[in-house]
C-alpha cells in the first residue's frame, strides 16, 4: 500500500537502523542487546537514551542480531504502515527466541502503550514492553523478564526528559548529531497519536542541552539538530532564574561556537515568532531552514484537524520568513485525502505548495490512528483511490517544485559542511547547505574531511541533489 512518501531519502533509508556504537569495543559485558529503530529522529534520539541507560548497567550493544541475548525494537505509531513494519519485524523475532531459549524481545516506544496487552499476552511476541516516558526502569525489566515475568512499564510522565543522561551515538557520521530538547505534545492535532503515545509537553533543562551540545562540538561535531515535536513551544525556567524561550535557546546554542552548526525541528506554524527568525538572522551558524508542516491548504479542513490557523494565516508566516529570512529553506508534512476532504479543499492544498514554493515535503496519505480525535469524531470517508490519486498529485508537484527550487541555486556558491563521502563513490564528498540541501561534489586532490567547512559552486542538479565543484 502506498502509504508514505518522501523526497528525504535519509529518514526512509534509516528505517529498521540496528544501533552498534561499541563495535571494536573490548569491555566485556554482561548481555548484548540489539536495538532497532523506526520512525521520527525522536525515535531514533531515545534509542541513544535507551543505550546510554543499558551500556551503565553492564549491557552491550551489538549490531548482529544473531549474537544478541536482548532484542529491542523501539516502535511508531504514527501511520499504520509504520505498526505494519513492527508487526512482522516482531514474528521474525518471534522464530528467533523459538530456536534460542532465553533469549529476549521487547518493545520500547510509542506502540508500547497502545498494544502492550496484544504483545504480551495475546500474541506472546513478547517479553518486556516499555513505553517512551519509563526508559530508566529498563534495565529492572530486563531482570524480571529473566526471571519469568512478563515486564511492563508503560506510564507517561509530567517531567522526564532524560536531561542527566548523555546519549551514546549512533557515530554513523560523527559530524551530525541530535538533541532532543523537549518531550511530548499537547497540541492535539485531529490526526495524530503523538499526544497519547508520548504524553504532555516538556521542555529539558536548558543548561543540560548547552552541556550535551558543547560536549558533542569537543568530540568533534559540527551539526546539531535541536528536536521536539513542537520545538517553537520550549519553555524552561530553573528555580530563581529567568524563563529560557525557544529563541534564547538557540542563541545560547549558537554562542558554543562559530563552527558548530544548529538546526532544529519540528515549528508549529503558530508557534514560530519573529523572535526566532531574528536570532536565525543574528548567527551564521542557524542554520536557514524551517521545516513548517502545513498538512493541507485548506482552512476547513485545517479547522477539522484542529490545527488552530486559516490557510491566509500560514501563507502570511511564509511572507514573514520570506521577509526576514530571504534564502531560507523550506519545507512541509502534507496529509492528503483527510477525513471530508473535497476536490476543492485538495485544490487548495496544491495551490498553497505552489505559494510556498517548499524545497522538499514529507507527503502522506490520511490514516485513521485509533485514539486519536479524528478516529472518535469523524468518518474515515476518502476512498484509497482517491486518496492515492490525491497524493499522486502532491508528490508530482513537490518533485517539480524540488527541481525549480534547485535550478535557482545552479551557478551559486554555498557554504558546505562535509558530512562524508557521498552514495555513489568514495571520490566524491556530500555535504550540506545552510539551507538543508544535500551537495556533491569531487574531492579533488584537496587535503579535506568530514566535518570540515568547503565553499562549492552548484554546476547541476536533479530534484534532490545539487552537484557541484570546490571553489578556493
Ligand atoms: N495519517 C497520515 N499522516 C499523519 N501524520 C501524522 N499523523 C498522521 C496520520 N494519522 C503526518 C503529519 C505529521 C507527520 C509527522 O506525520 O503530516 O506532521
Ligand atoms: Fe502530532 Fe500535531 Fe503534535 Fe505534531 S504538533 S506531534 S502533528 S499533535
Not at 497540541?187 to 543548561?207: I, K, L, Q, Y
Not at 538572522?281 to 485548506?298: A, D, M, R, T
Not at 490512528?369 to 497524493?391: N, S
Amino acid at each position: 500500500m502506498l502509504d508514505y512518501i518522501t523526497d528525504k531519502v535519509q529518514d526512509e533509508n534509516r528505517q529498521g537502523e540496528a544501533f552498534a556504537p561499541f563495535a571494536g569495543d573490548p569491555n566485556a559485558y554482561k548481555k548484548k542487546f540489539y536495538i532497532e529503530s523506526y520512525g521520527c529522529q525522536m525515535n531514533f534520539a531515545d534509542s541513544e537514551v535507551v543505550a546510554s541507560i543499558l551500556y551503565k548497567e553492564g549491557f552491550g550493544a551489538t549490531k548482529n542480531v544473531e549474537e544478541a541475548d536482548l532484542i529491542f525494537i523501539n516502535t511508531c505509531s504514527i501511520r499504520e504502515k509504520a505498526e505494519q513494519s513492527v508487526r512482522m519485524r516482531l514474528s521474525q523475532f518471534k522464530k528467533a527466541k523459538a530456536k534460542k531459549p532465553g533469549l529476549l524481545v521487547g518493545v520500547l516506544g510509542c506502540m508500547a502503550e497502545r498494544l502492550k496487552t496484544k504483545f504480551l499476552e495475546e500474541e506472546k511476541l513478547v517479553d518486556v514492553v516499555v513505553g517512551p516516558d519509563a526508559y530508566r526502569s529498563l534495565p529492572a525489566l530486563v531482570n524480571e523478564a529473566e526471571g519469568g515475568q512478563k515486564a511492563v512499564n508503560v506510564l507517561l510522565s509530567r517531567d522526564e526528559t532524560y536531561a542527566d543522561i548523555s546519549p551514546v551515538r549512533l557515530d554513523s557520521n560523527g559530524v551530525s548529531a541530535f538533541v532532543s530538547i523537549m518531550r511530548g505534545c499537547n497540541n492535539m492535532c485531529s490526526f495524530c497519536v503523538v499526544p497519547f503515545t508520548r504524553g504532555r509537553e516538556r521542555s529539558r533543562d536548558a543548561e543540560s542541552i548547552i552541556k550535551e551540545c558543547k560536549e558533542l562540538f569537543e568530540q568533534g561535531y559540527r551539526e546539531v539538530t535541536l528536536l521536539g515535536q513542537n520545538v517553537d513551544s520550549y519553555y524552561y525556567t530553573a528555580d530563581n532564574s529567568q524563563p529560557v524561550t525557544f529563541a534564547m535557546l538557540l542563541e545560547k546554542v549558537a554562542l558554543i561556537s562559530p563552527l558548530l552548526r544548529v538546526r532544529f525541528s519540528t515549528s508549529h506554524p503558530k508557534d514560530i515568532t519573529d523572535d526566532v527568525l531574528h536570532t536565525m538572522n543574528q548567527y551564521e551558524n542557524i542554520c536557514k531552514y524551517i521545516h513548517l508542516p502545513v498538512q493541507s491548504g485548506s482552512t476547513r479542513v485545517l479547522q477539522l484537524m484542529n490545527r488552530t490557523y486559516t490557510r491566509e494565516w500560514y501563507m502570511a508566516k511564509v511572507d514573514r520568513i520570506r521577509e526576514l529570512i530571504p534564502d531560507c529553506g523550506l519545507s512541509s508534512d502534507i496529509i492528503a485525502g483527510f477525513c471530508t476532504e473535497e476536490e476543492e479543499d485538495h485544490k487548495g492544498t496544491l495551490s498553497i505548495m505552489e505559494y510556498s514554493r517548499y524545497d522538499l515535503s514529507y507527503m502522506f496519505f490520511y490514516s485513521e490512528r485509533p485514539g486519536t480525535l479524528a478516529a472518535r469524531r469523524y468518518k474515515d470517508d476518502i476512498p484509497e483511490e482517491i486518496k492515492k490519486r490525491r497524493l499522486q498529485e502532491i508528490v508530482d508537484l513537490q518533485h517539480r517544485l524540488s527541481l525549480e527550487s534547485n535550478q535557482k541555486d545552479l551557478g551559486r556558491v554555498f557554504k558546505v559542511l562535509i558530512e562524508g563521502n557521498s552514495k555513489r563513490s568514495d571520490k566524491d564528498w556530500m555535504g550540506r547547505s545552510t539551507q538543508n540541501k544535500v551537495i556533491v561534489f569531487p574531492k579533488n586532490e584537496n587535503a579535506l574531511k568530514k566535518g570540515d567547512y568547503v565553499h562549492v559552486k552548484v554546476t547541476d542538479c536533479t530534484k534532490a541533489t545539487l552537484m557541484g565543484e570546490i571553489i578556493n
